[in-house]
């Protein structure tokens, strides 16, 4: 259990930023798959999360939201595409204000797009290559809601690269409470090991490969030409 206060901003600063809410939120664990998730926000609306948690202070709680997260994400791409970004189409899933586009669109990437259910809420009409999810993954309350929604926006030959720190045994069996990760102010309210990311994928006939504990690709068994770059056997 942790209070739902808790938030990004307590780890930056090392101590209790906010009040305690008061507000219990209390996570379980499947037994089958190490997923771990609370239901304290199962039956919010788009306009509970907007209220209580991506408002006008969400930034104040997750201080890289507008400041290093969109240009390191952007430098992990272009440092990787090379020529491919040329035949590459991208679509950034929870993009934000879209920050992390703009700055690929002036270094060379030709189609891209942001969508984001709260900031950029236009959804794109078409199919894209590649898809990107930085920081997402333990937002949402319906993994296989969201991983079918991004699915939608998929192409026949297109991947999905996506950031969600895994959750180890020993942060849930005696910890949880001071994981870092865990921060419901954040709307942190998912997370996952790697087996629940390929239980998760497996439903939508996909496959997931990790680079590290934070960085993770879902993909169809025909690669896509620009996930290449990023496998191991590439360097």
């Known amino acids: 259990?942790?209070?739902?206060?808790?938030?990004?901003?307590?780890?930056?600063?090392?101590?209790?930023?906010?009040?305690?809410?008061?507000?219990?939120?209390?996570?379980?664990?499947?037994?089958?798959?190490?997923?771990?998730f609370t239901r304290a926000l199962d039956n919010w609306s788009a306009e509970d999360f907007a209220t209580h948690i991506y408002n006008d202070d969400y930034v104040r709680h997750d201080p890289d939201y507008l400041g290093a997260r969109p240009r390191s994400n952007a430098d992990l791409i272009m440092h990787n595409m090379g020529s491919v970004r040329e035949r590459t189409s991208l679509l950034d899933y929870g993009s934000g204000m879209g920050l992390?586009?703009?700055?690929?669109?002036?270094n060379g990437f030709d189609s891209v797009a942001s969508f984001d259910p709260f900031s950029s809420t236009r959804r794109p009409?078409?199919?894209?290559?590649?898809?990107?999810?930085?920081?997402?993954?333990?937002?949402?309350?319906?993994?296989?809601?969201?991983?079918?929604?991004?699915?939608?926006?998929?192409?026949?030959?297109?991947?999905?690269?996506f950031s969600t720190l895994l959750c180890t045994p020993q942060a849930v069996d005696g910890d949880l409470h001071n994981w870092w990760y865990c921060a419901p102010r954040n709307g942190h309210i998912s997370f996952y090991t790697l087996e629940a990311l390929t239980a998760l994928?497996?439903?939508?006939?996909?496959?997931?490969?990790?680079?590290?504990?934070?960085?993770?690709?879902?993909?169809?068994?025909q690669i896509a030409e620009w996930l290449k770059p990023f496998m191991p056997s590439n360097g």
């Open 125 to 161: 009409d078409r199919q894209f290559n590649m898809v990107t999810c930085f920081e997402v993954f333990e937002h949402v309350q319906d993994p296989i809601a969201l991983v079918k929604d991004i699915n939608r926006f998929l192409s026949p030959d297109g991947a999905v690269l």
């Open 1 to 36: 259990m942790v209070d739902f206060s808790r938030c990004g901003a307590d780890v930056h600063a090392g101590k209790k930023v906010d009040p305690y809410a008061g507000w219990p939120v209390y996570f379980y664990r499947c037994g089958a798959c190490g997923f771990t």
């Open 100 to 106: 992390m586009t703009e700055i690929l669109e002036q």
């Open 201 to 221: 994928a497996a439903r939508f006939e996909l496959r997931v490969l990790s680079f590290s504990d934070g960085l993770h690709a879902m993909y169809r068994p």
